[in-house]
């Protein structure tokens, strides 16, 4: 019975709510003579804070075309903006910026969402040793990471010099599918010093524990803390759930002028991949056994950052820039 009453008296409390909320946007209407997405645009800046607006007042929105503009292709928006206008009885001749606003915040919003199901494609995609392309982006990782070690052979124990598992890098593949690959291509071509830096500290001994010579007889696990190709797939998987999750928008929508793409993405997991090895350096982990730990942590870090609206975590937003920012 206490249960129920505290359903009930949930419902009444939503029910009360509900309509305060819309009885109080129909007089701040009436007094502005302003509709939500104006005042929205109007006391807002271009951003993650105006567009995350924008977002909730459509989706929670009564009417089905306002409801509808979140999954238009971004051809159609231009359309969608001038039908928005003409329902909330807006001029665009006396309100011409606001056009422009709503115009620019709805693209970044179905933009992210081709931006998902490009990202989704991409990882759901497996490798293909049988595939030329595939094979070709994995040679052209070596030898970026490699260039003055020859490949003896395409099954080989060298992969692991540079970071994965085994003999074949296509088994360590499975989990982000092709999306790993061209997350390591991208960070290794773009910002090739900085990734070359990250994989020389990656095989270094720890604190100089041990001398050179003596490290280099024993098994590369020994080294620092962490393969840098296999962490770069688990940093592939962390910014691929900040994206399918939503909490990427923070960052994207403050970055992207306009439509979100996969280049924005890949610049982005360049960015995690050089906070991630600071990260991993402050923490001092005594072994790889404390991966899972140290970047759960640093997942946790980044999602606290993101829940500031003015947040963009690397605002200059160009791979050879990124060392650059500071949080």
């Known amino acids: 019975m206490k249960h129920f009453l505290r359903v009930v008296t949930q419902f009444f409390v939503f029910l009360y709510c509900k309509l305060l909320w819309r009885g109080l946007k129909f007089v701040v209407r009436k007094f502005t003579g302003r509709c939500e997405l104006q005042r929205i645009c109007y006391n807002n800046k271009h951003g993650a804070r105006r567009t995350l607006k924008i977002e909730s007042s459509l989706r929670y929105s009564k009417n089905e075309l ?35 606003s709503l115009q620019a915040s709805l693209l970044q919003i179905v933009g992210y969402r081709s931006l998902v199901m490009e990202v989704e494609k991409l990882r759901r995609e497996p490798y293909d040793c049988e595939n030329s392309e595939h094979e070709d982006m994995l040679m052209k990782l070596w030898k ?3 260039p003055d070690i020859p490949l003896t052979g395409r099954i080989s124990k060298q992969w692991c010099e540079i970071g994965f ?20 291509l991208y960070f290794a071509e773009h910002d090739k010093a900085t ?31 962490y393969s840098f190709a296999i962490v770069g797939i688990n940093i592939t ?7 399918v999750s939503g909490a990427l928008k923070t960052h ?35 072994d790889i056994m404390e991966f899972n730990r140290v970047r759960s942590k640093f997942h946790r870090r980044i999602l606290r950052q993101l829940r500031n609206p003015d947040m963009a975590l690397c605002p200059h937003f160009s791979a050879s820039d990124l060392r650059l920012v500071n949080l």
Not at 262 to 280: K, S
């Open 252 to 286: 994207l929508y403050n970055v992207a002028p306009e439509i979100p793409s996969l280049l924005h993405f890949q610049q982005t997991f360049c960015y995690l991949m050089q906070e991630f090895h600071r990260f991993w350096i402050e923490e001092d982990p005594s």
């Open 66 to 100: 306002l409801q509808s503009a979140l999954s238009v292709h971004p051809d159609k928006v231009e359309k969608t903006i001038d039908d928005i206008m003409a329902l909330k009885k807006i001029n665009p001749d006396t309100n011409p910026q606001l056009g422009i």
């Open 144 to 146: 970026e990471l490699r």
């Open 165 to 184: 598992q085994g003999s074949d890098p296509k088994t360590d593949f499975r989990g982000m599918g092709l999306l790993g690959l061209h997350n390591l």
């Open 237 to 243: 998987d962390l910014a691929h759930s900040l994206l």
């Open 195 to 225: 990734a070359l830096q990250m994989l020389n500290d990656s095989l270094q001994p720890k604190h100089n524990e041990i001398n050179k010579p003596e490290w280099e007889q024993k098994n590369l696990d020994k080294a620092i803390g």
